[in-house]
């Protein structure tokens, strides 16, 4: 597919009324999936060409409209009887024709998200016993690493962002966790799929609900105020969030990928338990009344050492053993991509916390005051559209009229009055309209 062609492809997908604008803060369903960009973006799509492009208005774009593809084939049912706006969501979300859409472009979307992260991969004539050892030191190497969570709940002024903001971000994975996963197991790979199901039934509560993963994290939304509702946060993830739940739909769902897959599940399986026994402590250190659900990362805490050696031992050196040194190469590069990912998506939201830091400390200036070479702005009162975006380049900001209602990837919305004047850093995501329906002017320069 060309470039021209997948543009034209994706500007008829977004026209399913399911990825409609937003008009409120939050989703009211799983199905309403906003897919709202201007026509320069898409135009201007190209490849992602390196971990910092993620964090692009391109990134995400390619990253949104994917996740939305991967989706439309996983099923997403309510707890109670549907609504007419609910079932007319349901409907067009799961329109074979909107799918059928999707799945024509989702192999261009997928070169121009993926290719990259191969090409700069050591190629190395690997022997089985100098890969395992490589990967184990390089687990080893991450325990040892310090928590960024713990330098930015330090310099924040708004504490609670960190644990919150943390796990809205962490939603479009972890509510409906291991999702990807079971397209890995159809086919026939003997003791490979039967270890692999070791790991999808625990991730599954082994058929006890109480113990579902998915389930358990819905707690500790609930527990920090969240809502716990599939992807009523969809217009707060980041691309670089976006990127990780896509790798493992991409890896998991292409054969050829397999081995790749592998090699990322011991890395994602090998590094949580001393991550979330970093993050768990992280969490109790902001919540000295102890209100906070952390059975979630208990649980991963315990079962995650289980699965590490089931994924080194029984996944990665069992298929060295069999098929030979042939796949070493994919697993190292599975694993190392996926260590690349988590290391931008960490940094990527630790940056946003900052951000949606400062919204909160917005300051106000003299009305008088303009910035200079500043574009003038009027945002529209009866425009309730409240879509987020990403900043391409540093922009700042002055509500020289009116108030303007912004929202900075934190689950709520802050009101800027007259006089309040903001930074927005390049590749943030925010979302900004016209506050209270009346007309707001502001003064842009970039």
Known sequence: MTTESLNSAIKHY??????????????????????????QTINGLKAIDSYDEITTANGYLLNKVLFSIYEQRTIFLANNKLNEQQRTDFEQFYRRDSQAQGMQMMFALENKVFDFL??????????????????????????????GLDKVLNDIEHKHL??????????????????????????SA????????????????????????SQLFKRAM???????QPHTYHEDYLPASLMMTNYFHYVCDTPE???RYLGALYFAEATTVEFFTKLRDN??????EGQLDLEYFEEHIVVDQKHRDIALQELVVASLERYGNDVAQQIYEGFETFRRLAISASIALNQQIYFADSVLSAVKTDRSEALNNAKTLTLEGQNKAFAA????????LLVSAGQLEVSAGNGAATVLSTGNYLTIPAGRLYRMRAANQQNCTIQITR
């Open 283 to 288: 969490f109790k250190s902001n919540d000295p």
């Open 389 to 396: 975006q990403i900043a391409q380049q540093e922009m700042t």
């Open 222 to 228: 609930c527990s920090a105020g969240l809502s716990d």
């Open 257 to 259: 990928h397999f081995f």
């Open 190 to 213: 003997g003791e490979i799929h039967m270890s692999l199901m070791k790991i999808f039934m625990d991730e599954y509560g082994s058929g006890d609900m109480t113990r579902k993963h």
């Open 14 to 39: 977004i026209q399913n009324p399911a990825f409609r604008a937003p008009q409120s803060l939050h989703q009211s369903n799983p199905w309403h999936r906003p897919l709202v960009f201007d026509e």
């Open 162 to 187: 960190s644990t919150q903001m943390y796990l809205l971000h962490k939603a479009s994975d972890f509510l409906t966790e291991g999702s990807a996963m079971p397209k890995s197991l159809c086919g």
């Open 118 to 147: 191969f090409n700069d991969i050591e190629k190395r004539d690997w022997q089985q016993e100098d890969l395992v050892q490589v990967l184990v030191d390089s687990v080893k190497h991450e325990d040892q690493c310090e928590l």
